[in-house]
């Protein structure tokens, strides 16, 4: 069965960094592009970030631009969501996802939840005060 694990969320001041991790279990990375969305109550999930199955391809909502990075590890079957300069406005559920991209689709990814196949059961993190 494939699975999606996340793990690394938390509570955290504002201006503190976390790194998320969404670890696959039962399948290998390498061939998926991965993506992170979140969903604060009572509002819609959004695309966050996301990767390419190659690595080479990345994006990031406006938002967030210039204080998360994503990195893929596929030696550990891991992608990884750093955080910096967290805000309260972050705090959220945050899920990561996966769908089969293969040549020529190794260098895409999307912020469109509804490309993605196979999804995690989300992490919290809240920034607080």
């Known amino acids: 069965q494939l699975q999606l694990v996340e793990s690394g969320g938390g509570l955290v001041q504002p201006g503190g960094s976390l790194r998320l991790s969404c670890a696959a279990a039962?399948?290998?990375?390498?061939?998926?592009?991965i993506g992170w969305f979140r969903q604060a109550p009572g509002k819609e999930r959004e695309g966050v970030s996301c990767i390419s199955s190659s690595g080479g391809s990345t994006v990031f909502t406006d938002s967030v631009k210039g204080r998360f990075t994503i990195s893929r590890d596929n030696a550990k079957n891991t992608v990884y969501l750093q955080m910096y300069s967290l805000k309260p406005e972050d705090t959220a559920v945050y899920y990561c996802?996966?769908?089969?991209?293969?040549?020529?689709?190794?260098?895409?990814?999307?912020?469109?939840?509804?490309?993605?196949?196979?999804w995690g059961q989300g992490t919290q993190v809240t920034v607080s005060s």
């Open positions: 039962g399948f290998t990375l390498d061939y998926y592009a």
């Open positions: 996802a996966a769908f089969l991209a293969l040549h020529p689709r190794n260098l895409y990814c999307s912020d469109y939840p509804g490309e993605y196949d196979y």
